[in-house]
Structures are given as C-alpha cells and as structure tokens.
C-alpha cells in the first residue's frame, strides 16, 4: 500500500519544515536577544566610550569576516552543515554567557571578537541547510524563515519584560531608571546562552546535509570569489557595504532613542500602554520590525514570482531611506515611529532575504554554503566593521557636540545614504531574475 506524506504547499514534507522552522527560531533567537540592547549595555552600564563602542561592534565583525571562510569551506568540502552549526553553537553559548560577566573593555572586545568567529558563520549555514532540503526556494523558504523573525520577536519581547518587571524602579527619576535597565540588560547575554545551549543539541537531530561529494576544486572560496565577479552579484556585494551601515545605525543608535521616548515620566497614555505590551528599554518595541517582516516573509511566495528581484531590492532601499527620514524629523510622535519600525519588514524582506535568494540561485551547487558565507561576511563584518567606526566614532560624537544626543543629525546621515544606494541599484542593477545554475 502507498503512504501518503504531508506536505508543505512548496512540496517539501511537513516534518521537515517543521524541524526547519525550528532551527530559524533558535538561530535568531540567540542573535536577537543581546544585539538590540548591546549599545545602551556597554555605553550606558559598563561606561564604555565612544570609540571602545565601536570597537566592541567591529571587533564581533572581524571574527565575522575570518569565520565564513573557514566555515563555509569546511561545510562545503568536509563536514555535514549540521555538525558544524552544532558545534558553532554549543562554544557560541559559553562566549555570550562570558559577555555579560566582563566588566571592562578588554575582556569583553576579545570575547566579541571570538563569539563573531563561531555565531557569524552559523547564519549563512542555516540558510544554505534549508536551502538544500527544500525543492522550491520561492514557496518554501519564506515560510520557514519567517520563523527565525518570530524567534527575535518572543525573545525581544521576553528580554523587555524582564527589564519592566525586575528593573525598573518606580518613584524614582528618569536617569535612575535608565540606569537600572542598563544594568539589567546583562541578563539578555544569558538568556541568548540558554537557546544556544538547545540549539546546540538540537541541530544535531537536523536532516543530514553532508559536503558536496564532488567539488569542481580544492578551494570552494576561490570558486565562489570566481562566481561573484559578474553581474548581478558584482553591484548586489558591493551595494551591500553601506546598506549594513545604514542598518548598523539602526541597531546601534535606536535602543537608546526609543528608551527616551519609552522611558519618558510624561509619556503619554499610549506609550505606557505599548510599554505594558512590549516592555521597555527599546529592544520590545523594536520587535514591531520583525512583526512587519512575518507578514513580509509571509508575502514573499507572491512577490517573489510578481516583481522582478530588482523591483524588490529598489523597495528595500526606499524603506532604509524612509524609516531613516522618520527616525530623524519626526521622532517626537510615538505612532509615526512605530511606523518607522515597522518599515523594517520591508527592509529585510525586500533587500537582505532578497540578496540571499539571488546569491543561491546565482551560484553552483558545491560553492553555495561558501558564498552564503562570502555575502554574510560583506552583511555582518565588512560592513558592520566600517558602519560601527562610521556611525560611533564619526557620526556620534558630532550628533552630540552639544551635550545630549541630536537624534535628527544623527539619522538623516545613513537617511542620505540610503538614498545613494538607491539611485545606484536603480541604474546599474539588471532587470528581470535570474535562473538558478
């Protein structure tokens, strides 16, 4: 007799995408636990300087740029993707447990630098597993990824409850406040060490991706170097440096800019309202981006097969710009920046999980984990490393000559870069999309 297996609408067996959907919660739950709160912790609580902020993001993108090659090649030509990630996360779970123990810079820049290292590779390799195991990229991949955004939202969430309920002094001034929750922020590094712990074990009950058994060549990254060199991956890697500026301010600077309004004792009613909600110290409400980018996922069965992934890329870059032009003319209106935030969805969807789906269909089956890892080194190291440098050390200082932090100064910088890279991909990017080799 026939046994009849259930299936996902893209063909792929539903325990399958099941077990996938739940390695991008734990992927990007781990991630969004500390990175949104990272800045306001080391600036605000451990009293780091502008420059030691900066060097703190870029020292984790450093490891980042070393980890793909080393990781991407092994994962390609000599272990299966999922012991790699297994291994990637169990060492990842002790190093962001150290973070919230190191008190002083050095400690904690070399502990950055090594976690970049191990967690930066594990991305691009969750991608390239699903990848293998689902038979219709277009169909099935958004569904499954859209989980890893739910996974930064629960835990984004947990993390502002924590910080509401735990640390959060009442009948006390606004900067005691503030204090008390930057303290508090160390426990996000634990929670992250938790799920790293389970995804750990848990990756090593994934679908089996073994390397490819037949590489054209010794070296899978001279391969991928070799594939990227031609449109349309030659302008996607080279635009993708300022875009994760752009997205380096978000996620350094709007923490801190959402607590002031959050944190504000004459908040209006709606704001105490959205704090009962989503918690307080910026990194709850910052969670209403992911909430967007579900229903972006969600869409990107339709979309993908509707515009052009050119079309899709130039949308992307509009909400970078746009959410930017919010940020910093209208910050003083709690609704309009929750519309703000929730552009990010399309930043996301539209540009990066876009990007990652061209970079796939544009490469050959036995570089593909290699340049998944070549395009996230450009998204969380070169990038991250010159964005952290650019918006701390440059931009930072010059927003807050005066004394306080000038939230308008500071966001219309990456609003006009955002803008650039726009005008850019609209002239030099190829129309249509691409067939996959």
């Not at 969380?380 to 490393?385: A, D, H, R």
Request: overall charge positive; hydrophobic content about 55%.
């Amino acid at each position: 007799m026939a046994t009849v297996t259930a299936s996902a609408p893209g063909g792929t067996p539903l325990y399958v995408r099941t077990r996938l959907s739940l390695m991008m919660f734990l992927q990007y739950a781990i991630w969004g636990a500390w990175l949104p709160i990272l800045y306001p912790f080391i600036s605000g609580h451990r009293k780091f300087s502008d420059g030691e902020v900066s060097a703190v993001f870029a020292a984790g993108a450093a490891g980042a740029i070393l980890g793909p090659f080393v990781a991407g090649q092994l994962a390609d030509r000599r272990f299966a993707t999922e012991r790699m990630l297994a291994v990637s996360h169990f060492v990842g779970a002790f190093l962001v447990w150290l973070l919230a123990e190191s008190a002083s810079f050095w400690p904690f820049v070399a502990v950055s630098a090594v976690y970049g290292l191990v967690y930066a590779p594990t991305l691009a390799l969750t991608n390239s597993l699903a990848f293998a195991h689902l038979p219709n990229r277009d169909e099935d991949f958004g569904p499954v990824r859209l989980w890893g955004t739910i996974g930064w939202i629960v835990v984004g969430i947990l993390v502002g409850h924590i910080l509401l309920r735990w640390h959060t002094p009442e009948g006390v001034s606004a900067a005691e406040v503030e204090a008390a929750q930057n303290a508090g922020r160390a426990v996000a590094f634990k929670v992250s060490a938790i799920l790293g712990l389970a995804m750990g074990v848990y990756c090593l009950t994934l679908p089996h991706t073994p390397p490819s058994p037949k590489p054209r060549q010794a070296s899978a990254v001279s391969e991928a170097l070799a594939e990227i060199r031609v449109q349309p991956l030659l302008l996607l890697f080279a635009i993708a440096v300022p875009v994760s500026m752009i997205h380096q301010f978000h996620f350094v600077h709007t923490a801190g800019f959402l607590s002031k309004l959050q944190g504000n004792p004459a908040a209006d009613g709606f704001v105490k309202w959205v704090n009962g909600i989503l918690g307080v110290g910026g990194g709850g409400l910052m969670t209403i981006g992911q909430m967007s980018e579900i229903a972006v996922l969600a869409a990107m069965p339709v979309l993908a097969k509707t515009l052009s992934r050119k079309s899709l890329l130039l949308i992307g870059l509009a909400a970078y710009a746009l959410r930017m032009a919010i940020f910093a003319y209208m910050g003083d209106s709690a609704p309009l920046v929750m519309a703000g935030l929730a552009l990010h969805g399309l930043c996301f969807g539209c540009f990066i999980f876009v990007a990652f789906m061209i970079v796939d269909e544009n490469t050959t089956a036995d570089v593909r984990a290699t340049a998944q890892n070549l395009f996230n080194l450009v998204i969380v190291g070169i990038g991250i490393i010159v964005g952290s440098w650019f918006a701390g050390s440059i931009v930072a200082p010059w927003a807050k000559a005066g004394g306080d932090m000038d939230f308008t100064k500071l966001f219309s910088v990456p609003m006009w870069m955002a803008l650039g890279c726009l005008a850019v991909m609209a002239v030099g990017y190829p129309g249509g999309t691409p067939t996959r080799k």
